[in-house]
């Protein structure tokens, strides 16, 4: 089985994705780690992020493993730092690379391999379009800024909400237009107001969903 979640920043894919591989007995993979993760190793190396050809040369000669929200490139760890505000302006730019997108879309096919839930942004138009299932989670602004300053809180970051608002909606905005792989929907997608739900409320939608299909 292949559950695809995709949504935007903040708007709570990779938090019920998780629980929903849980619930199925499946795999959990973010594939925005694995962009997260070549733009970390880029920014340690000194890698121009807009330098396409570097960039993707670094995605195309390195092995990620995804789990849960841990990351890895070939077999060492990256998670610690591996949501630093430091990469925040980068991750868009290098995300938008067609040549890594392909790179890191081979690796997610091959991860997806026997079953997986896989979050991201385009999981279900480009890295499985024959997904079994597809849901695309929404959120208004307002409610991705708390929830990401929430996260920022929780690893003892300060927040200036201000800020975080427009960084949230630079990356949308950056994610809804890009050229390649746009975030956007599937047609064969559920999408779901994530607004005033829960991650178990949303986790039990996406179950209850699951279920009532054979």
Known sequence: MIVAIDGGVASGKSAAGKRVAG?????????????RAVT???????????????????????????????????????TDGIFDADHMEALPRVSAIPDVREALVAQQKRLGQGGVVMAGRDIGTVVFPNADYKFFLTASLEEKVRRRAAQYEKRGEHVNEDTMRKEVEARDRVDTERAVAPLRPAGDAIVIDTDDLTVDQVVDTILALINERP
Do not use: C, H, N
Not at 23 to 35: E, Q, R, T
Not at 43 to 50: L, Q, S, V
């Open 23 to 35: 619930a199925l007995g499946l795999p959990f993979v973010d594939s925005g780690l694995m962009y």
């Open 40 to 78: 970390k190793m880029a920014a340690e190396r000194g890698i121009d992020p807009d330098d396409a050809g570097a960039v993707t040369q670094l995605a195309r000669s390195t092995e990620l493993k995804v789990d849960g929200e841990r990351v890895w490139a070939d077999g060492v760890e990256l």
